[in-house]
């Protein structure tokens, strides 16, 4: 006899305590998606790193979010010669 | 309640948060060096700076009951400046040996640049050589991946035994690389860069549990102090035990600070729950 999985195991669990969340989250990444479309001018590295990962998101594989930032990061090795500006803009522009 | 705040940048939180920390359950917390928003303009900026870590913080924490930690380095924000990197390099033994000192961080790379790479390095060495901590920090974004491959190679080649150094800010792609070196594994709790608490809690669920804490890394950023505890009461309204939460919250990070002879909770905490 197997016991019951663990509450965080259990599917209706998980929806009852996140779904809801997760419906706003979808519903604000589909608004964010039409507001691009009605803007104009040229989409840089973040917005064309941010569409490869909606095909991630609906692979059905597992590991997505790994799978997703692995998609976003720096694949280089070797130490940049210098620093220049201290910020990141969340996707790889090289990608 | 009870919970270690492990990773907190409270020169630049106010005294209600110390508060709200305290009445929440908080029973030590540490603070990293770390990059003050604009980069100082000598070693003076950072002898100060020092001072407050390990003299003006702990006496703000005592009011509320709450011991107060740090760790001492220069962070890889300012290391360009391999001049500037070497004077502070110099000072900071002198304030090692202060009580509330816990070790050498948070030490690590910003855009993996060289030199970054070197004053690391020499961080290392001077905690290797001390035998003391060693709190790493790691990029954002885009940068963190290849940032904490780096870095790894880096405590590899220097020969830090593991479990005396902990790599903060995992996040899905770099936790696995970080507890499989050995090291201990931080997970940083921000509204929206690095994890949010479902994330977080999903790692500990997945990834070796023991030797993960969580943090707020609260600073003068888009940050909450009160981040971990607001992670415990999640992690048990998802169903873990009231004992499996203390263990992340309290039990490792209490784990991994007592190989620092002076760290100690508040008063009591240790006697809960
Ligand atoms: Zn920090």
Redesign the interface.
């Given at each position: 006899m197997s016991r019951p999985p663990?509450?965080?195991r259990r599917r209706e669990?998980l929806a009852d305590?996140?779904y809801m969340?997760a419906r706003a989250r979808v519903l604000d990444l589909a608004a964010f998606l039409d507001r691009l479309d009605r803007a104009e001018g040229a989409e840089d590295h973040r917005l064309r790193s941010l569409r490869a990962a909606l095909a991630l998101l609906a692979d059905g594989k597992e590991?997505r979010?790994?799978r997703i930032?692995?998609s976003?990061?720096?694949?280089?090795?070797d130490?940049?010669?210098?620093?220049?500006?201290?910020?990141?803009?969340?996707?790889?522009p090289g990608a | 309640m009870r919970y270690v705040e492990p990773h907190a940048h409270m020169v630049s939180r106010t005294t209600d948060d110390y508060r709200a920390m305290a009445l929440s359950g908080c029973a030590a917390v540490c603070e990293p060096a770390f990059w003050a928003g604009f980069d100082r303009c000598s070693a003076d900026g950072f002898r100060d700076y020092f001072r407050q870590l390990t003299e003006t913080e702990p006496a703000r924490a005592a009011r509320f009951g709450l011991p107060h930690f740090a760790w001492l380095c220069l962070n890889p924000k300012e290391s360009e400046d391999l001049g500037l990197a070497e004077d502070v390099l110099a000072l900071i033994p002198e304030f090692l040996s202060r009580p509330n000192v816990l070790g050498i961080g948070e030490i690590g790379l910003n855009k993996n640049s060289r030199n970054e790479l070197r004053v690391l390095e020499r961080h290392v060495q001077i905690a290797v050589e001390r035998d003391r901590l060693i709190l790493v920090h790691t990029p954002h974004l885009e940068d963190k991946l290849k940032g904490t491959r780096l870095i790894l190679d880096v405590l590899r080649a220097h020969g830090v035994k593991p479990g005396r150094a902990l790599v903060d800010h995992v996040e899905e792609h770099t936790v696995r690389l970080v507890l499989d070196a050995g090291h201990w594994g931080g997970i940083t709790l921000y509204p929206e860069s690095k994890a949010t608490p479902a994330r977080a809690i999903d790692m500990v669920e997945r990834y070796a549990a023991e030797r993960l804490w969580l943090n707020s890394a609260c600073d003068w950023g888009h940050s909450e102090p009160l981040a971990v505890p607001r992670a415990a009461l999640e992690m048990r309204r998802r169903g873990h035990s009231a004992a499996a939460v203390d263990a992340l919250v309290y039990g490792n990070p209490v784990r991994f600070l007592s190989q620092v002879p002076g760290f100690r909770v508040a008063e009591g905490a240790d006697l809960a729950p």
């Amino acid at each position: 006899m197997s016991r019951p999985p663990e509450p965080w195991r259990r599917r209706e669990a998980l929806a009852d305590l996140y779904y809801m969340d997760a419906r706003a989250r979808v519903l604000d990444l589909a608004a964010f998606l039409d507001r691009l479309d009605r803007a104009e001018g040229a989409e840089d590295h973040r917005l064309r790193s941010l569409r490869a990962a909606l095909a991630l998101l609906a692979d059905g594989k597992e590991d997505r979010a790994r799978r997703i930032l692995e998609s976003w990061s720096d694949p280089t090795t070797d130490p940049a010669p210098a620093a220049g500006s201290k910020g990141a803009t969340g996707a790889w522009p090289g990608a | 309640m009870r919970y270690v705040e492990p990773h907190a940048h409270m020169v630049s939180r106010t005294t209600d948060d110390y508060r709200a920390m305290a009445l929440s359950g908080c029973a030590a917390v540490c603070e990293p060096a770390f990059w003050a928003g604009f980069d100082r303009c000598s070693a003076d900026g950072f002898r100060d700076y020092f001072r407050q870590l390990t003299e003006t913080e702990p006496a703000r924490a005592a009011r509320f009951g709450l011991p107060h930690f740090a760790w001492l380095c220069l962070n890889p924000k300012e290391s360009e400046d391999l001049g500037l990197a070497e004077d502070v390099l110099a000072l900071i033994p002198e304030f090692l040996s202060r009580p509330n000192v816990l070790g050498i961080g948070e030490i690590g790379l910003n855009k993996n640049s060289r030199n970054e790479l070197r004053v690391l390095e020499r961080h290392v060495q001077i905690a290797v050589e001390r035998d003391r901590l060693i709190l790493v920090h790691t990029p954002h974004l885009e940068d963190k991946l290849k940032g904490t491959r780096l870095i790894l190679d880096v405590l590899r080649a220097h020969g830090v035994k593991p479990g005396r150094a902990l790599v903060d800010h995992v996040e899905e792609h770099t936790v696995r690389l970080v507890l499989d070196a050995g090291h201990w594994g931080g997970i940083t709790l921000y509204p929206e860069s690095k994890a949010t608490p479902a994330r977080a809690i999903d790692m500990v669920e997945r990834y070796a549990a023991e030797r993960l804490w969580l943090n707020s890394a609260c600073d003068w950023g888009h940050s909450e102090p009160l981040a971990v505890p607001r992670a415990a009461l999640e992690m048990r309204r998802r169903g873990h035990s009231a004992a499996a939460v203390d263990a992340l919250v309290y039990g490792n990070p209490v784990r991994f600070l007592s190989q620092v002879p002076g760290f100690r909770v508040a008063e009591g905490a240790d006697l809960a729950p």
